[in-house]
């Protein structure tokens, strides 16, 4: 142990210095371990690690009080190297109240530090979690380093003295509980102190309190002989640049502001109110004065049918839901199949199915993405990787829409939305144009008239002198665009349609191989699976395997060497949050016997799971492995 030299740091005592760190914060819906998770999260951005974390929340606004169904969580892991996962198992569980710790403790990693609000462990409360005896005084946690502290009652005494009611003094528990977990990873109160008197500026009693609170568990955790427990991790050697916290959806957000911006176009943003996709609707309400459009639906249907509107119009027409709602607007997306309209639909998955899992993940709409329209309807399909990464493709999405002049569906999920982590601030004037051709000349204009090398039909604004055309959801005659009941043409605008979106292969990267090109396993993640797959691949790498991994941004079409991929490798392990839909197509068009790690628990991969599969998959003899 040795002193810390790191900036930000209250005490003096001995710190313990670590490579990574990983920390959840669990209790009620009503605790704010969301804001306490979001508070380290922007400490841990300003002291320079490199991060990311897991918001877990209930469905309900406000379960019942004390229950299993009503734990809110928030983990992250922060890291002085790159990391791609919020962590597998946390090193420290911050646990309000005895539900918070039946549901949380058992992922504890054992010798792992577990700090309980000892005041909520009350007879009511442990019946309402399922408990029989006070595990606190049973032995049940010996595996952990459990500290008993009375959070409610201290953070209230603290914040008493601004002369707050009892019940806004109580609310202050979640900042004491983070005082400490500041003192104990070496972390700055001031970003957190400047964010309460911002947040509560019109509120002074507010802010002393919740100061008071924040200082005052500091405090009681330098003073309470933790020094043993103080852990240090350096800042990360990140590249030189503009870096800020965001989340999938904000990036979205983000990438569609620019997107408008490379391309010179009006962006129109249509949805109806649905998790975990309302935050872009919330996130590009507020760039109006970027000349963003935006427009809360009453319904899906109207929400998609507007979008459309705005891409016949020559705007960017973008509209955004879950699986829900992408099942709702299937019909409307064939419109945009049948006008060949370039329209954005983000589907942000969630459990399903129906109603399903409003908050957890899961990437189970790859198959309604692809298929789920009548009639033969192929569309472009995009899912991002990463947080950051949604910025980019979501300007994917937009360019090849155009490109195309045809729907995009940009498959993220409630991981990758409501996960953060830190992202580099690109320069505009470096990004890539997006350019939009629109027809300006009488003479040469049919509405499907086609681009011979895209197949994109032509593309032009209504009121256009001498470009006055009809569209609709009729069978269109090729190149004229008048209605067409003709079984020829029905046949050569179905192949048509098909073969402009197989072109697109011809417009995106190759398939790039993280790893030798050939070998024994190959990894083939998509969405979000990216992040415990490459680490995964990394820790087995590590024990001797000879595996790589192929992630998978663009699933329809497919890059074009795909197919030459997956033939080097003697075994394929694809990991998805679902059943096996990816899996399914692999083997349907490559003939590849691809094997499948299926989790669909509302839950992410842990890097663990997929390296045991690799570890698996290398040493067991082909009749054994386990294939989902």
């Known amino acids: ?44 951005a300003l002291f320079g690690n490199d991060f990311s974390t897991l918001p877990d929340f209930p469905a309900e606004i406000r379960a019942p009080a004390g229950s299993l169904a009503g734990v809110s969580s928030f983990q992250i892991s922060f890291s002085r190297n790159t990391i791609h996962t919020p962590g597998d198992a946390p090193d420290a569980l911050v646990a309000m109240n005895p539900a918070a710790l039946r549901v949380h403790a058992k992922e504890l990693v054992r010798g792992g530090l577990l700090i309980v609000n000892a005041d909520a462990f009350t007879g009511a409360n442990l019946r309402k979690a399922g408990y029989t005896s006070n595990p606190l005084k049973d032995g049940s946690l010996a595996d952990y380093r459990l500290l008993e502290v009375p959070i409610t009652k201290l953070a209230t005494t603290a914040a008493a003295e601004a002369g707050v009611s009892g019940q806004n003094a109580e609310r202050t528990k979640n900042f004491f509980a983070l005082g400490m977990i500041y003192w104990l990873y070496d972390r700055d109160l001031a970003p957190s102190i400047a964010w309460i008197e911002e947040k509560f500026a019109r509120r002074p009693a507010i802010v002393e309190a919740n100061t008071a609170a924040l200082k005052a568990g500091h405090a009681y955790a330098e003073t309470a002989e933790l020094a043993d427990a103080h852990v240090a991790v350096p ?43 309302s935050d872009i609707l919330h996130s590009l309400a507020s760039y109006q004065r970027f000349g963003v459009k935006t427009f809360q639906a009453e319904d899906e249907i109207a929400a998609v049918g507007a979008a459309i509107g705005a891409a016949f119009g020559g705007s960017i027409g973008v509209t955004g839901t879950s699986g829900p709602g992408l099942a709702l607007k299937s019909e409307a997306i064939g419109l945009a199949v049948m006008t060949e309209l370039p329209i954005i639909v983000l589907d942000i998955q969630r459990g399903g199915p ?33 947080p950051g990464d949604c910025f980019y493709m979501v300007m994917e999405a937009v360019r090849l829409a155009f490109a195309a002049m045809t729907p995009v569906v940009f498959l993220s999920d409630g991981y990758l939305a409501n996960t953060a982590e830190p992202w580099p601030v690109p320069d505009v004037a470096e990004l890539p144009r997006i350019e939009v051709r629109f027809h300006e000349d009488p003479r040469t204009f049919a509405p499907y008239s086609r681009d011979p090398e895209t197949l994109a039909r032509q593309y032009a604004v209504p009121g256009t002198t001498g470009l006055q055309h009809r569209i609709g959801g009729l069978e269109k005659a090729d190149g ?20 402009k979106i197989a072109r697109i292969a011809r417009m995106i990267p190759a398939q790039e191989v993280e790893g030798p090109p050939s070998g024994d396993v190959l990894v083939l993640s998509w969405g979000s699976t990216y992040g415990p797959a490459v680490t995964a691949v990394e820790e087995a790498r590590a024990q001797g395997a000879d595996v790589s991994l192929a992630h998978l941004r663009y699933l329809n079409p497919f890059p074009a060497n795909l197919g030459d991929v997956l033939r080097g490798f003697r075994t394929v392990l694809i990991p998805e949050n679902n059943a096996g839909q990816l899996r399914m197509l692999v083997r349907a068009k490559f003939l590849v016997d691809a094997r499948g790690l299926n989790k669909v628990s509302g839950q992410p991969f842990s890097a663990g799971e997929i390296t045991d599969q690799i570890m698996a998959l290398r040493s067991a003899r082909p009749s054994a492995v386990r294939a989902s």
């Open 1 to 44: 142990m040795a002193e810390s030299p790191t900036p930000g740091s209250y005490s003096r005592a001995p710190i313990a210095e670590r490579e990574r760190a990983t920390i959840r914060f669990a209790g009620d819906s009503g605790d704010g371990m969301q804001l306490a998770g979001n508070r380290f999260t922007d400490a841990t």
């Open 235 to 277: 800042p990360a050697a990140l590249a030189p640049g503009t870096y800020r916290t965001v989340t999938g959806n904000e990036a979205t957000a983000i990438g569609l502001v620019a997107a408008q911006e490379l391309s010179g176009l009006q962006l129109f943003y249509g949805s109806y109110p649905i998790t975990p996709a």
């Open 354 to 386: 129906s109603t399903g899992l409003p908050t957890k993940t899961e990437q189970a709409d790859l198959l309604q993405a692809m298929f789920g329209r009548n009639g033969e309807s192929p569309v472009c399909v995009v899912a991002p990787r990463s």
């Open 480 to 499: 004229s665009g008048d209605v067409s009941y003709d079984p020829a043409n029905h046949q050569q605008m179905v192949a048509l349609r098909a073969e």
